[in-house]
């Protein structure tokens, strides 16, 4: 298996505060892998330090085989790794249309920019309808699908998920896990942040445990729903 991702040993901090305390992982090309873990343990922080926003103190992060440790945050989205942020982050008064374009900030190919809009567009049915409303006006689920709809139009090789179910119903979050299943079985790897743990896990093909700042369990998805400390823990 090629790894896609390798943390070895990463620190960060927030001030005085150590927020990972020598993560390493890794997912492999083709790999759903979910972080799970309580609130503050580090798993927003873990993806922020892959994708740039929070500089890594100590360790190394490698894409297929190369250091992108402490790269700028658009760069990475340009080499193939995309972010949706936790809490979503769309742009409330552009437009489903403008926001979408901002994810395509580096591409200067207006027909590849139409390419990718329109294979959004078959993702999301609800986005397409409802291209020229303003991002703002739309309900939580609409907001998550554009901010899914946004990272995809960098069309990335991996794309990395900031608990997506938040705030959101449950028959919304069945259906962006379907997105995140489809979106993988066409070949995206993906590295999902999830405080629902069970969801998270059954479609994961391995998960780690993130326990103040350190990875304290690991296994495959189906290891980690019928171990007795993540049922204890976290599927309570
Ligand atoms: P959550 O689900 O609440 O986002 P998390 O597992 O993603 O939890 P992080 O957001 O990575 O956790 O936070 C890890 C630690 O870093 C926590 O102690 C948190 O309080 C702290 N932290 C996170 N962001 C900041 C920040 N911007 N400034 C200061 N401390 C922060």
């Known amino acids: 298996m090629e790894k896609i991702l390798e943390l070895k040993s990463i620190e960060a901090s927030y001030g005085g505060i150590q927020a990972l305390k020598g993560i390493s992982l890794h997912v492999d090309k083709g790999e759903i892998v979910t972080l799970i873990g309580s609130n503050g343990a580090g798993k927003s922080t873990t993806l922020k330090s892959i994708s740039g926003q929070v500089p890594v ?123 995140i299943k489809e979106l993988n079985r066409e070949g995206m790897t993906i590295l999902l942040v999830e405080q629902n743990a069970f969801q998270a896990l059954q479609i994961a093909n391995r998960g780690y445990v993130i326990q103040t700042g350190q990875i304290v369990l690991e296994g495959t998805g189906e290891e980690l729903i019928t171990n007795k400390q993540v049922q204890e823990a976290y599927l309570a």
């Open 57 to 179: 103190k100590n360790g190394s992060i490698f894409y297929k085989g190369n250091t992108i440790t402490n790269i700028a945050a658009h760069k990475t989205a340009v080499l193939g790794i995309s972010q949706v942020p936790e809490g979503r982050r769309i742009f409330p008064k552009l437009s489903v249309k403008e926001n979408l374009l901002v994810g395509a900030f580096s591409v200067k190919d207006k027909h590849l920019i139409e390419t990718r809009m329109k294979k959004v567009f078959e993702y999301f049915p609800r986005l397409h309808e409802r291209v020229e409303q303003k991002g703002g006006t739309m309900s939580g689920g609409e907001q998550q699908m554009l901010a899914i709809g946004r990272a995809l139009m960098m069309q990335p090789e991996v794309l990395m998920l900031d608990e997506p179910s938040m705030g959101l119903a449950p028959i919304i979050v069945e259906q962006i896990f379907e997105i």
